[in-house]
């Protein structure tokens, strides 16, 4: 074998390795990255995973068939936006659309802020 293909086998093979290592395993870090981390657990059937990403004193209020019925909705195109919501003192409500942060980005851009109207402050209540 020559010294070139030699070279270039060595080289393929350390970039495979390279590339094993340092492949991210998905994290609920960011609110994009719970929800598709949601989705994905919605798709694969696996309550258990998907009760993890709730919080605590949440999680239990999502029942198996709730769970079966976030199911039968979802599907295989999905986008994802995200949202802030201000609420004041008021008892008034913004609801903040942000661009998707690119990689190179280091600020997030605001795309709109709508009033949410008052027959919709209770959807955004807890109970």
């Known amino acids: 074998m020559n010294t070139v293909k030699k070279l270039f086998i060595i080289i393929a093979l350390l970039s495979i390795l390279t590339s094993c290592k340092t492949k991210k395993v998905m994290e609920p870090d960011t609110p994009t990255n719970a929800a598709w981390l949601m989705k994905f657990q919605i798709d694969q059937g696996n309550y258990d995973a998907f009760q993890s990403l709730f919080y605590e004193d949440t999680g239990d209020q999502v029942s198996k068939e709730k769970f ?4 039968e909705i979802t599907t295989a195109g999905t986008n994802f936006k995200n949202y802030e919501l201000l609420t004041f003192e008021n008892g008034e409500m913004f609801l903040i659309e942000f661009a998707p942060k690119q990689e190179d980005e280091e600020e997030y851009k605001i795309v ?3 009033v949410v109207p008052e027959e919709m402050i209770s959807f955004f209540k807890h109970k």
Do not use: C, E, G
């Not at 079966?68 to 199911?71: A, D, E, G, R, Y």
């Open 68 to 71: 079966q019925n976030l199911k």
């Open 112 to 114: 709109d802020v709508k």
